[in-house]
Structures are given as structure tokens and as C-alpha cells.
């Protein structure tokens, strides 16, 4: 069927995961179910599975910097998710585009660990870095509650102020939760302004759902969504996706959640 009117369009800017559940494939489909037309840049190459991260190379910033001064060129971006960034250069590169093109709608995921077991990004000064420059150009930033004390463990260390004191918003997901329900708190300015509710759905299928997650909140926020009402639709998508995961056996031990 004819396609009427453009659809919005998103930057993408994740590392590759060669199984197919995280990062930029998982940030491709799910754009591409809420309709939004996908604009990849890879980020980091990892070698990566169900046992563990086994190696991490990174591009050359000055790649990243060209594919998206090209991109730019082309179309401008209704909305940005950022996942993994492992390198500081290509931090300072993105921060500047997003600040030239005014680039708004930005969801950052800040990825430092695989699930499965693998740091991801693991330098104090790469994730400082991330803090102190990205984290302020975000309309919402969404560590999983390890990232969260991760990160201001990092921070404390190097006497700065806690994750609130850099992000506009902050949304600290509970999809890791031992309880029966998970639920994400969004804060802005220090307090908490708005709580997220979602049953726990037992499944080993939950690779890559952080990456669905915060590429679907930015997909919403694309189309014009207040910040509140994409985290909810985006956590009804989420929860949907993983029960109509969850008896799938594509990768046994820790699979892809399929969006
Ligand atoms: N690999 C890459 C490239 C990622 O971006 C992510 C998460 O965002 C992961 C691995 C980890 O995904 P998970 O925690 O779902 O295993």
C-alpha cells in the first residue's frame, strides 16, 4: 500500500551485537514497528553471545563524525537514542552535532554492561564523559538500576554531583526486579515525578529489551508524545514484546526479545 505522508525519523546511535537481541539490530526493528524510519550509526563492534562480551573494537570517530555530518546533510532527526558510546572523542563528536542541528528528542540509554556478563564500557573517564556532556543534551536518560548506582559510584568518586544534578530526566527501569512487578521511577530535578507499573513476565528471552525500551520512548516522543505518556506505550510494547517472546528458543540460554 502507498505510504501517504513521510514518517518521522530517528538516529541511532548503538554498537553492533552479532546475535541479533542488542543494539542497533534491536533498535532497527523497533523503530521500524512504531513506523519510524531508522538512521543507523555503529557505534562499537562487539563480538558478543549468550556466554559473555569477547571483544569490543570501536570505529574511527572520525567515521562517526562523517556519517553523521552526512546524515544531517540529508534529513534532520525527529528524535535520538544514544546506547553504547565506548569513547570519548566520539562522545565530544556527538554532542556537537546534536547542539549544531538543534537535534531534539534525545533518549540515552547509557549501556556499560551486557546482561549475559561483559563490561560494555568500564573507564571512569568514558563514562564522565557520557555525564557531563550527553547527559544534559538528553530529554531523558534510562540506566537500569545497576547503571544508575554504577554510574554515581563513578561520579562520587571523582567528587561530582549525582546523575540528577546532569539529566533533564531520568527514568531508573526495573525490568530486573525479583519482584512480581517491575516498575521504572522517572525523576525529574531531584524528584520522583511519576511511577511506570508493569507485571513480571518470567522469560530467559530478555536480551536487548533496555535497547527496545528506549528506542520505542524516543520512536513516541518523535511522533509529538509528552515524555509520559511514550514511557507508557513504550512499556506496554516492551511487555507485550517479551510475553510474545517468551516461548521462543532461537538462543536458549538468554534470547532475544523479538519486537
Ligand atoms: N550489546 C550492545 C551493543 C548493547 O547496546 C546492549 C544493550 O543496550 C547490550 C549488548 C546488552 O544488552 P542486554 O543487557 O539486553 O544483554
Not at 530517528?10 to 519510524?36: E, K, M, Q, Y
Not at 540528577?164 to 531508573?172: D, G, P, R, V
Request: with cysteine; aromatic share 6%; proline share 6%.
Amino acid at each position: 500500500m502507498a505510504k501517504t505522508s513521510n514518517p518521522p525519523s530517528i538516529l541511532l546511535l548503538s554498537g553492533l551485537d552479532p546475535t541479533g537481541g542488542a543494539g542497533i539490530s534491536a533498535d532497527i526493528r523497533s523503530a521500524s514497528r512504531w513506523d519510524v524510519y531508522p538512521l543507523p550509526v555503529i557505534t562499537a563492534l562487539t563480538a558478543q553471545n549468550h556466554k559473555g562480551v569477547h571483544r569490543i573494537d570501536v570505529p574511527d570517530p572520525d567515521l562517526i563524525d562523517l556519517q553523521l555530518n552526512d546524515i544531517v546533510k540529508a534529513i534532520t532527526p525527529n528524535a535520538v537514542k544514544i546506547g553504547m558510546i565506548p569513547d570519548e572523542r566520539m562522545i565530544d563528536i556527538i554532542a556537537r552535532v546534536i547542539k549544531k542541528c538543534e537535534i531534539k528528542n534525545i533518549v540515552l540509554d547509557p549501556v556499560l554492561s551486557a546482561s549475559a556478563g561483559g563490561k560494555l564500557v568500564d573507564n571512569d573517564k568514558t563514562i564522565l564523559a557520557l555525564v557531563e556532556k550527553l547527559f544534559p543534551l538528553a530529554t531523558l536518560v534510562t540506566p537500569n538500576r545497576q547503571e544508575f548506582q554504577k554510574i554515581n559510584k563513578v561520579l562520587a568518586k571523582h567528587n561530582r554531583p549525582d546523575i540528577f544534578s546532569y539529566s533533564n530526566a531520568t527514568l531508573i527501569t526495573g525490568g530486573d526486579s525479583e519482584d512480581s512487578h517491575c516498575i521504572d521511577y522517572l525523576y525529574e530535578d531531584n524528584k520522583l515525578i511519576a511511577t511506570f507499573k508493569g507485571v513480571k513476565i518470567n522469560s530467559n528471552n530478555l536480551h536487548g529489551t533496555g535497547c527496545i525500551f528506549s528506542t520505542s520512548i524516543a520512536s513516541q516522543l518523535a511522533y509529538g508524545c509528552s515524555l509520559t505518556e511514550a514511557i507508557s506505550k513504550a512499556k506496554e510494547f516492551l511487555s507485550d514484546s517479551i510475553e510474545a517472546s517468551a516461548h521462543l528458543s532461537l538462543i536458549p540460554e538468554y534470547g532475544p526479545s523479538l519486537v
